[in-house]
């Protein structure tokens, strides 16, 4: 038994992209500690128009004013040190147009990762973001022929501005929250999609993000807006290697489905033991337009995310997946939002987390409907497995139907690996670790299923892999 | 409530923000919008509306007319 518990705990051990580049050719990298200087230079260096550099500097003083919560765990919280924080890093000079100008050693981190590999496959484009900026980016010819924008924030902002000042906050304002604020202060990078009415993007959009500096924070912003009756899929994974400080990362998402419009975002971050991982993920979703978040947490010391949907027109829909694995020390509390706001919104939301070596998962969810939501229909399922002993897991769902004429569901259930489930296993061939594997795998596969295949394969390989390698 | 001179119109409307009863008074007036300072969420003066989430539902308005140096709410 004590070694199929190690077997997970090695998942997140032995992280096989724990790897790091030199840092030596960095362009700029700013002092640690946030103050008005560096968010003026942020802006400054980035050429940006006037209105960015006082939303900034606005989002500044937000931040300063509004304390940490005082909800949630909020121990590991107060370790973070704001002083202590690289709040911008510049890896390499502006975005290079193709794979060859991309400078050597970001060229082999990326390489490790396989992107030009994925890119030529099947992807659409892809927008690699290094550090705080995004260096390398391309998208398909027949997609901007379209009309479709896909770009880094910072393009965005410098291209299509009057864009970008129309939608940006208007999901996740600036004082939303102490993280949101910083965020607005001192971001970088991050990416961009506006797909016009009717069109609708076959292949789905990609980013990976990394970070490779000590004690830097990364702060990216991602914008995507799906014009009316068009359709998108927007992929983001994330890895980072091993440092033995605390690095901070807290991106805003926002997305906004116009009316008949479809937006599916898939995420899977896995993150390195000492990275707090808080970030803001919101979407509206207008009349008949469907929102679907499905999101993969991996890693992290502390991840702090709920995705959520403002179901604001009629007959909206949203959705949203999610799995979480917390190893020793780690603890994952995330969940998802579902504010039901018309009349005849659907939603579902679907939570797995492991808990393992103790680590220790939370779900943390809100479901509300408003008066008038008549019809409106939800149902919400959670599963925590624990590996061990010394795991742990809660389910804090939160529920406010102010809506006589709607349905709800919910269902939760936590349950322990089972050692009959092993030895049945076992009893067939399998190694105790190829047999906690399967039963890890079989418990996210409602998950990886939904995830493209190259995806699905990485997922089900990392977890395999490294169980494979945490026995004998 | 809350009255807001918005270039010369006086409105009125609640002090209370539908999404977690934030103060109004102590938000940003800029043109017709006014922001909830506890989690930034923007309303509509002239009209009540929830324009920005975290908030959803409008706040209520009241009718404002101004005679004089006097401002009368019904």
């Known amino acids: 038994m004590a070694t199929q518990l190690n077997a997970p705990q090695q998942l997140v051990e032995d992280y096989r992209h724990g790897f790091h580049d030199s840092e030596a050719g960095y362009n700029f990298k700013s002092d640690k500690g946030l103050n008005r200087e560096i968010v003026e230079r942020i802006s400054e260096m980035k050429n940006e128009p006037p209105w960015m550099r006082e939303f900034r500097l606005k989002a500044l003083e937000t931040f300063r004013s509004k304390p940490m919560p005082d909800w949630g765990d909020t121990e590991r919280l107060n370790e973070i040190n704001f002083d202590d924080i690289r709040y911008f890093v510049k890896a390499s000079e502006g975005t290079e147009r193709s794979w060859d100008d991309v400078p050597d050693d970001i060229k082999r981190t990326f390489d490790r990762l396989g992107i030009p590999e994925a890119e030529r496959k099947f992807l659409s484009g892809v927008s690699a973001q290094y550090e705080s900026e995004v260096v390398y980016h391309s998208v398909r010819e027949d997609l901007a022929r379209d009309g479709v924008i896909f770009c880094d924030m910072d393009t965005a902002l410098r291209d299509h501005p009057e864009i970008v000042e129309k939608y940006l906050a208007t999901v996740i304002p600036v004082a939303d929250n102490k993280f949101a604020a910083l965020n607005s202060a001192v971001w970088s990078g991050g990416s961009f999609v506006y797909v016009p009415p009717g069109v609708e993007v076959k292949s789905p959009l990609q980013a990976y993000f990394r970070i490779n500096t000590e004690n830097m924070g990364q702060f990216e912003r991602t914008l995507i807006i799906a014009d009316k009756g068009s359709k998108v899929h927007y992929i983001e994974g994330c890895t980072a290697p091993q440092f033995s400080t605390a690095s901070l990362h807290s991106a805003v998402v926002e997305l906004i489905a116009m009316e008949g419009a479809t937006i599916r975002y898939t995420t899977i971050q896995n993150w390195y033991r000492n990275i707090f991982n808080l970030v803001t993920k919101r979407a509206v979703a207008h009349k008949n337009a469907t929102v679907e978040w499905v999101d993969g947490n991996i890693g992290s010391r502390l991840t702090m995310k709920y995705p959520a949907i403002y179901l604001m027109g009629e007959g909206a829909r949203g959705e949203i997946l999610s799995m979480a694995f917390a190893g020793e020390g780690q603890h994952q509390d995330a969940g998802a939002k579902m504010i039901h706001a018309a009349p005849n919104t659907t939603s579902v939301v679907t939570n797995k987390s492991v808990s393992a070596h103790g680590g220790k998962t939370t779900y943390r969810g809100l479901v509300e409907i408003f008066p008038g939501a008549v019809g409106a229909k939800t149902r919400v399922k959670c599963d925590a497995l624990i590996m061990d002993e010394k795991s742990s897991s809660d389910t804090k769902p939160t529920m406010k139907i102010n809506e006589q004429r709607s349905t709800v569901e919910h269902e939760a259930s936590v349950s322990k690996i089972g050692e009959e489930q092993l030895f049945y296993a076992m009893s067939r061939g399998l190694s105790e670790a190829d047999a906690t594997a399967m039963i890890v795998n079989g418990f996210f596969d409602f998950f990886v299923k939904e995830l493209p295949m190259e995806y699905a394969v990485e997922l089900n390989r990392l977890v395999k892999l490294e169980m494979e390698g945490a026995v004998g | ?74």
């Open chain 2, 1 to 74: 409530m809350l009255l807001c001179n918005v270039g010369g119109s006086v409105y009125g409307i609640e002090d209370i923000c539908t999404h977690d009863g934030g103060p109004l008074d102590q938000g940003d007036l800029t043109g017709t919008r006014i922001m909830c300072p506890r989690h930034g969420a923007y309303f509509d003066v002239t009209t009540g509306a929830a324009l920005t989430p975290p908030a959803v539902m409008p706040v209520g308005t009241f009718q404002v007319t101004v005679e004089g140096d006097d401002i009368f709410v019904a």
